[in-house]
């Protein structure tokens, strides 16, 4: 067998091969652990963030998301590419390893691959190169000529990191050609003349180079063989510290950030982990002000992000053209950690000093005003990271900071008084709560008591307020009321002792504020003696589900509605259909507190599925993407800078889905979208619907519950 010597045995500028790199294994590994330790100093020093518990379920998260790449697949394209370099790179994490290893000990083998399995190992791998090659030549191509548009920066927010990212790509394709240059070097001097060689894979990179190579001599494949070494290696440890200097440090901190990321997600960060809501006078101060105000955990997000652009190409109010995407919330940041704890030199941001406030250009901060307020807290950004990075309780945090500052935008200090005051943005007398129930008609066909000491009732239905003082909205708390009256609940509701949920206002920042709310209405629904909690507010129902503690267990009303539906209580009359106008064509939309933020995506389309003749279709961006209207987080009160109301994008994607009737659950969701037919010029031809609505409109009802003239439409009526 003729053979060229093995790279360590290989004597260059008189230094042994040995010598050579052991020397580069040492300065590579020093280098990278000072790198990794000086970016970790801002993380050591940030603020407290309990994520040490559940290590089975970490772990499990860890195999789905990071291991199993589970979020990919929703890009198809960028999302294959990123499963087959992230494989390559999986398999060629032991080739990589044995070869650094072969540099100075010449006969290592890794153990378990001497034997049969060496061989299978070596062609997997030669094809593992050869496909991380051509993904990271595509990547290139992608960043340059096919450019998505998701990877540009508005000028805005900085300059693009393009550049960057096309070096790394180019570095890790001359990564891929070195160690598969290595193998073919040495697999031509093995070869005998006239000689197939057979332990390369067929067709892969280093197959094709070992051809090119075929004629050379014995001592230039060694020259060959030694260069591709050396250049393997300069080339790995170059890259793994170099990584630590950009969006590819996500490389390194990603299955940690994966490991670590929140796993109740739907719960509001706390002010301040580790200190109750009865120590928090004793706070210095609340939320985000300055970069060290962050937790650990979200300034290893910052490290973590590819900067692949799926949460901002997701978000609503960088698709309505707010001063927000959520992107750059995060590489801003990165920017901004980069420069004031540099790798080299002394961190500006110390014990004594906290650096510049974070909001306001001015004062050298990093985000505007709009840009924090913009934000609706629809959790789209999140649910599309593949990386779990966070964006809901960065963004309150920073609001929490400029609360405690009294910094609050104009048009929401009058709702934010009247919450203070009354209970209700509206500034509405806490007497006329009821209002809505308590016309004689009403309380006629469906009387609706106030439960007290002396009027008890099983369930609580928790109106909150836009359905008790919206006109509008209260017919969808009439139509709740008849639907837990048909279904012969004993409910009842806390009329005026009953306060706002206060969900968008802890969401808007306003922590005390909101914990005075909340510990009104515990105090309330316990005194009450209910034994559940029913709502028709998906705001609400998040609030009373995750920010309240020691309530009944609460339920939308759209889940009662389908058991109701399965247990045979609620049968439907079919839709009637308009023979002049054409078929009512029906879309829902998921409201984000109901859909993303509790995955409810399936009972109300179940329950819409169960009217007879109802035809429905799904909009493109339904369910986990579904596109929020714009109601979230106190947002019927501000007045955002966009280019159009996120309301109208979303009837005309329902349009575009071929439906004329938008039906939703959720009363935030209707006032947008009401107005959002009219201002999109499509009244007449679309029209809004709640659910609750719905169902109270088809209802196959006792003959007591009908109104006048209802027999007369087609209703059947069941005697009971
Ligand atoms: S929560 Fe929604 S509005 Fe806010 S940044 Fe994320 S996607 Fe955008
Ligand atoms: S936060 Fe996540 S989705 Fe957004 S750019 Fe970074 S990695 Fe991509």
Not at 392 to 398: P, Q
Request: hydrophobic share 40%.
């Amino acid at each position: 067998m003729v053979d060229i010597q093995s790279a360590s045995q290989m004597t260059s500028w008189m230094v042994s091969g040995r010598s050579l790199f052991l020397t580069i294994h040492v300065l590579g590994v020093l280098s990278f652990a000072y790198i990794v330790a000086k970016r970790m100093v801002p993380l050591v020093r940030g603020e407290r963030d309990f994520r040490f518990d559940q290590p089975l379920v970490r772990l499990g998260r860890v195999l789905k998301f990071w291991l199993g790449q589970w979020k990919q697949p929703r890009y198809k394209v960028a999302g294959t590419l990123h499963i087959l370099i992230f494989a390559g790179f999986i398999v060629l994490a032991l080739r990589a390893f044995t070869t650094l290893i072969v540099g100075v000990s010449q006969n290592f083998v890794m153990p378990g691959l001497s034997g049969r399995a060496g061989p299978v190992y070596d062609t997997v791998t030669d094809y593992a190169a050869t496909i991380v090659f051509l993904c990271m030549m595509i990547a290139v191509i992608r960043h340059l000529v096919f450019k998505p548009a998701r990877y540009a920066v508005p000028a805005r927010y900085g300059k693009a990191h393009t550049a960057d990212a096309i070096f790394l790509l180019v570095l890790i394709a001359i990564l891929m050609v070195a160690d598969s240059l290595f193998a073919a070097a040495k697999a031509a001097a093995q070869s005998q003349p006239g000689h197939s060689v057979e332990t390369l894979a067929a067709f892969s990179l280093p197959w094709m180079l070992q051809r090119a190579l075929a004629s050379a001599s014995l001592p230039a494949l060694g020259r060959f063989y030694f260069g591709a070494y050396l250049g393997h290696e300069l080339t790995f440890y170059f890259l793994l510290c170099y990584r630590p200097f950009g969006i590819q440090f996500h490389v390194e901190t990603s299955l940690f950030n994966i490991y670590f990321a929140k796993l109740d997600r739907e719960i509001l960060k706390p002010v301040r982990y580790g200190v109750s809501d009865q120590q928090l006078d004793q706070v210095k101060s609340f939320g985000v002000k300055t970069f060290k105000d962050f937790t650990w955990k979200h300034m290893l997000d910052f490290y973590s992000c590819a900067d692949c652009g799926r949460c901002s190409d997701n978000c609503p109010a960088n698709a309505v053209g707010r001063p927000l995407s959520p992107r750059f919330i995060t590489i801003k940041a990165r920017d901004y950690s980069f420069q004031h704890y540099p790798v080299f030199g002394h961190a500006s941001i110390g014990r004594g000093n906290h650096g510049t406030p974070l909001i306001g250009s001015k004062a050298g901060g990093i985000y505007s005003e709009d840009e924090i307020w913009s934000c609706t807290t629809c959790g789209a950004c999140e649910a599309e990271c593949p990386l779990l990075v966070e964006y809901i309780d960065k963004i309150v945090d920073l609001r929490r900071g400029k609360i405690e500052d009294v910094n609050v935008p104009q048009s929401l200090q009058k709702p934010l008084k009247a919450l203070e005051s009354r209970g209700n943005p509206y500034g509405k007398m806490e007497k006329k709560k009821a209002d809505w129930a308590n016309t004689k008609e009403f309380q006629q066909i469906c009387p609706v008591k106030t439960v007290g000491k002396s009027n008890g009732a099983d369930t609580l239905y928790f109106v909150d307020s836009i359905t008790s003082y919206d006109d509008r909205m209260q017919s969808i708390g009439r139509a709740t009321a008849r639907i837990l009256d048909h279904v012969g609940e004993n409910f009842g509701i806390l009329g005026p002792a009953e306060r706002d949920s206060g969900h968008e206002v802890r969401r808007f920042g306003e922590e005390t504020l909101f914990m005075a709310l909340r510990d009104h209405n515990v105090e309330a629904i316990r005194a009450s003696g209910v034994q559940q909690i029913v709502t028709a507010d998906p705001h609400a129902f998040n609030a009373l589900k995750h920010d309240y503690k020691d309530v009944p267990p609460v339920e939308h009303i759209s889940q009662v509605i389908l058991r109701e539906v399965k247990a045979g209580k609620i049968k439907f009359n079919p839709i009637a259909n308009d023979k002049e106008n054409g078929n009512s064509v029906y879309a829902y939309h998921d409201p984000c507190y109901l859909g993303r933020h509790n995955q409810i995506y399936e009972d109300p389309r179940d329950v819409l599925d169960a009217i007879p003749g109802l035809t429905r279709v799904e909009m493109a961006r339904s369910r986990d993407r579904s596109f929020c209207c714009g109601g979230g987080g106190l947002m019927l009160f501000y007045e955002p800078k966009e280019d159009q109301r996120m309301g109208v994008k979303r009837v005309q994607m329902a349009a575009e889905a071929g439906a004329n009737v938008i039906v939703t659950a959720c009363p935030f969701c209707m006032v947008n979208i009401e107005d959002a037919i009219k201002v999109a010029g499509l009244e007449g031809k679309m029209t809004a619907i709640d659910l609750a609505e719905l169902v109270d409109q088809q209802i196959v009802r006792k003959c007591r519950d009908l109104k006048e003239g209802q027999a007369a439409e087609g209703k059947e009526c069941v005697v009971h």
